[in-house]
Nanobody
Framework: EVQLQASGGGLVQAGGSLRLSCAAS????????IGWFRQAPGKGREGAGC?????????YYDDSVKGRFTVSTDKARSTAYLQMNSLKPEDTAVYYC???????????????????????WGKGTLVTVSS
């Protein structure tokens, strides 16, 4: 059974960096993509980025994080990463990682902020950026 667990959140000052991890045990690597979502206080979920878990190719970044966030994957550790640099207070949110076997489906989900349609998803991790 596939289990996803996002971790690495915490408190960081504006301009700082943080790396989130998504442990995806049991995921059939090469057949899935991992998408990162976030939900800011009082806001709905939105997509942040997406990486092909098989070859580690980044396939999506939301305009709000381009140039600051980087998605990657480590197949040997069954783990995906979201490196966040130059953090801003507006990046404060609960971050979630998800997995889906269809790139078209996950890209649509990222655009709409809908997690329910993803093949797998788990508990998020809170990132708080202070000003």
């Amino acid at each position: 059974e596939v289990q996803l667990q996002a971790s690495g959140g915490g408190l960081v000052q504006a301009g700082g960096s943080l790396r989130l991890s998504c442990a995806a045990s049991g995921l059939p690597w090469d057949d899935y993509a991992i998408g990162w979502f976030r939900q800011a206080p009082g806001k709905g979920r939105e997509g942040a980025g997406c990486v092909s878990s098989g070859d580690g190719t980044a396939i999506y970044y939301d305009d709000s994080v381009k140039g600051r966030f980087t998605v990657s994957t480590d197949k040997a550790r069954s783990t995906a990463y979201l490196q966040m640099n130059s953090l801003k207070p507006e990046d404060t949110a609960v971050y979630y990682c998800t997995a889906d076997g269809s790139i078209a489906t996950i890209l649509k989900a990222l655009a709409s902020g809908t997690i329910d349609g993803m093949d797998y998803w788990g508990k998020g991790t809170l990132v708080t950026v202070s000003s």
